[in-house]
């Protein structure tokens, strides 16, 4: 596992749901996202830090705070969208000019998918419908956004996805439930895709909802990781609420910026929860 440093040949992803709503341990403001984020970066290195669950804006929140050595990506809409303005976002971080090319991917559920292209490798990462007593909304969605990449993204019919990964919310720790989804997936494209998860929790509700479904012969290490330490957030009174509500104003697009729906900030952050879910690290050779 590279931290901090090491091998930059070795691709790196980190994927965070920044879950708004829940029972998560106060609020997570922009100010806190930022600490959380750079932590992450500071001792992980990674290449790519993907976060799902995100408010409408919070990509273009992200690109106003200027991450050292960071750059927002923005991903293409031409194979899928995000059907309402409520729907919940993905935002792409990579190292500056590292050059992976991103879309949206329609998988036939409220949420699309997003396909990740680097330098040899496809892959998709995945905010699947929560759903306790079924898997099949999930793996419904995993089938259509594979079959769906394959045959309208230009040079993943070669080069076909190798993993889904991310939020794939299915209890990889439930024997009964990964018996489900191999029976669930199995005579489609993905039927010789194996599932790796952390071993543990992700998920402060409890369960491992975060893993990944490989292709055979592609076997990354999957782990879940922590944050870092930083204080509780300041309720949201007095002095810290005026300061949210300046942070608020930074969020809106100027009208001499370039500016498109996705940018225009729909719900402040501060009167959301923080997020309940543990970063998912995947690395490989």
Not at 71 to 76: I, S, W
Not at 111 to 127: D, K, S, T
Request: net charge positive; charged share 25%; glycine share 10%.
């Amino acid at each position: 596992m590279r931290k901090g440093g090491g091998n930059a040949a070795v691709p790196q992803i980190i994927f965070w749901n920044v879950q708004r709503a829940g029972n998560a341990v106060g609020p997570l403001t922009l100010d806190n996202l930022e600490v959380d984020l750079i932590s992450l970066i500071t001792s992980y290195n990674p290449d790519l830090l993907i976060l799902c669950e995100g408010l409408k804006g919070l990509g273009h929140a992200i690109r106003l705070r200027n991450i050292p050595k960071y750059e927002v990506v923005k991903p293409d809409k031409g194979v899928g969208d995000y059907r309402k303005d409520t729907t919940l976002r993905y935002v792409v971080l990579q190292k500056r000019n590292y050059g992976v090319q991103t879309h949206l991917v329609d998988s036939g559920a409220k949420r699309p998918a997003l396909l990740i292209c680097m330098p040899g490798y496809n892959v998709i990462a995945l905010h699947a419908p929560s759903v306790s007593k079924s898997v099949t909304p999930q793996t419904d969605q995993m089938k259509t956004a594979f079959d769906r990449v394959v045959g309208a993204v230009p040079g993943c019919a070669v080069t076909r996805p190798c993993m889904i990964f991310g939020d794939l919310n299915i209890d990889a720790l439930d024997s009964s439930k990964m018996t489900k989804m191999r029976n669930s997936i199995a005579g489609s494209s993905l039927g010789t895709f194996k599932a790796l998860g952390t071993g543990q929790t992700t998920q402060k509700a409890g369960g491992s909802l975060d893993w990944a479904l490989c292709a055979q012969g592609f076997r990354p290490s999957v782990s879940a990781i922590a944050t870092g330490k930083r204080k509780r957030a300041a309720a949201a009174t007095g002095r810290a609420a005026k300061r949210r509500k300046t942070d608020m104003d930074d969020f809106i697009v100027d009208d001499d910026e370039e500016s498109d729906a996705e940018d225009e900030f729909s719900q402040a952050f501060g009167g959301e929860k923080g997020a309940d879910h543990k970063p998912l690290l995947i690395t490989w050779r």
